[in-house]
């Protein structure tokens, strides 16, 4: 009977991750394994990763050739260092995430790893060197511990515990009715959104990728999660190359590099305090964001209108 409904999960996650944006790429890729029109060039070599630098160079890319997206994007992240997107939500913050992945080829310009193009190396070897958190994970209707092990094949129970004891998931999958082999997803136990991202998390360190893709999340968590997903989430960036797509300025202050992009364009660079004090679409960002922070603060001191 299982495998009667593999093939209903599979339209279904599909597509629910086509209406979330593809934000979970791997498990899309894992599922459909890849788009017809992005296969291995002839001759394809397995990627090498020795640090792990990501470097764009002057990147054109339109979902459709006629509508260009990015229009000659440019960054280098070195090898282990931390690059942080930010911009007004259309930018093209997670359409340079989908590119590192070769989701997609672009129209000019080149993406390399440690020198060597994305497209031209085979994309299983491109796929294993990056890992992605995405901001809101896809579910296996399958076990949590099947959730997390999918991340690295043959992966022991042992690692995976392990895995989940670094993400701060293993306590609450103790609490489950059947620990490690309770089953969640659409006709499982439902997670919410910090479960899910802490789930990403223990998956992601069990694949233990040189390269790492965070999409931050969009949506709210409590604060107290937040602080507890941002704390894991900068232990695993330490030692990586990690692109961060920011939604919330508060999580970019200490990259290595913060890019804004606007309308496809990369309008400004450098680190936070220099932004702020170029006084220019960042910071303008930034005193909004800290303008919504300082009224959330606010709210109980306000008493509601009689
Ligand atoms: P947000 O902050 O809202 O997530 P973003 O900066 O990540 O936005 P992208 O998702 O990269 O923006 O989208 C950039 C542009 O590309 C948008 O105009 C969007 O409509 C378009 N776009 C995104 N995905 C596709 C797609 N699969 N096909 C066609 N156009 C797309």
Not at 111 to 129: E, K, P, Y
Not at 161 to 178: C, G, K, N, V, W
Not at 275 to 301: C, H, I, K, N, S
């Amino acid at each position: 009977l299982a495998q009667l409904f593999r093939p209903l999960d599979l339209l279904g996650m599909v597509y629910r991750t086509i209406r979330q944006g593809l934000i979970d790429m791997e498990a899309m890729y894992r599922l459909i394994d890849t788009r017809a029109e992005i296969a291995d060039k002839p001759g394809a070599v397995d990627l090498h990763v020795e640090g792990g630098e990501v470097r764009f160079q002057d990147v054109r890319f339109g979902y459709d050739p006629e509508r260009e997206i990015l229009h000659g994007v440019s960054f280098t992240v070195p090898a282990g260092r931390t690059l942080a997107i930010v911009g007004p939500s259309g930018a093209g913050k997670s359409t340079i995430a989908r590119i590192l992945f070769r989701f997609y080829d672009i129209q000019a310009g080149r993406v390399t790893i440690d020198g060597q193009d994305v497209a031209s190396v085979t994309q299983q070897s491109l796929r294993a060197a990056i890992g992605i958190v995405p901001q809101d994970m896809v579910l296996f209707n399958d076990t949590i511990g099947y959730n997390i092990g999918y991340g690295r094949e043959g992966a022991t129970q042992a690692q995976i515990e392990a895995a989940a004891r670094a993400a701060s998931i293993h306590d609450f999958i103790m609490t489950l009715p059947q620990d490690y082999d309770t089953r969640v997803g659409e006709r499982g136990l439902k997670l919410s959104g910090g479960e899910k991202q802490r789930v990403a998390i223990a998956r992601t360190l069990l694949k233990n990728p040189p390269v790492l893709i965070l999409d931050e999340a969009t949506s709210a968590l409590d604060s107290r999660t937040e602080t507890e997903i941002q704390t894991v989430l900068r232990d695993i960036s330490r030692r990586r190359t990690t692109i961060v797509v920011a939604h919330r300025l508060s999580t970019v202050v200490d990259a290595d590099e913060i890019i804004v992009l606007e309308q496809g364009y990369v309008v400004e660079r450098g680190r936070h305090a220099d932004l702020v004090r170029a006084d220019g679409l960042y910071a303008t960002m930034w005193a909004r964001q800290a303008a919504e922070r300082d009224d959330m603060a606010m709210e109980p001191a306000i008493p509601d209108p009689v």
